[in-house]
């Protein structure tokens, strides 16, 4: 299973990016999907998640929405109301288990399949 992650770019505070995830494989609707980011200097945070229900982080929760579309084999992060705390490298992972807990959804060592990682840049 390959990930790829697009449409990082810059955005001043307050505005909003949507960022995709796409597989080249099959079957990803049976997959659960996280987000995560890597600011620098700093580990790899859980963001959000499309499991059998959408997940969040308390510091994106009400900002972010994470949606599936498996027809497209695509996952989506729409962020909303974007701060300069946002700017990280957003990656997107998969784990073959569709319905999965926040316990496990939050911890990058329980997936596994990686993409290359997009850059969100948020400043004025």
């Known amino acids: 299973v390959q990930l790829r992650e697009s449409g990082g770019g810059f955005v001043q505070p307050g505005g909003s990016l949507s960022l995709s995830c796409t597989t080249s494989?099959?079957?990803?609707?049976?997959?659960?999907v996280g987000w995560f980011r890597q600011a620098p200097g700093k580990e790899r945070e859980f963001v959000a998640a499309?499991?059998?229900?959408?997940y969040y982080s308390d510091s994106v929760k009400g900002r972010f929405i994470v949606s599936k579309d498996s027809a497209k084999n695509t996952v989506y992060l729409q962020m909303n109301s974007l701060e300069p705390e946002d700017t990280a490298v957003y990656y997107c992972?998969?784990?073959?288990?569709?319905?999965?807990?926040?316990?496990?959804?939050?911890?990058?060592?329980?997936?596994?399949?990686w993409g290359q990682g997009t850059q969100v840049t948020v400043s004025s």
């Open positions: 992972a998969a784990n073959p288990s569709r319905v999965l807990g926040y316990t496990t959804l939050v911890r990058p060592e329980n997936y596994d399949y």
């Open positions: 494989g099959r079957g990803f609707e049976q997959f659960s």
């Open positions: 499309a499991s059998w229900v959408p």
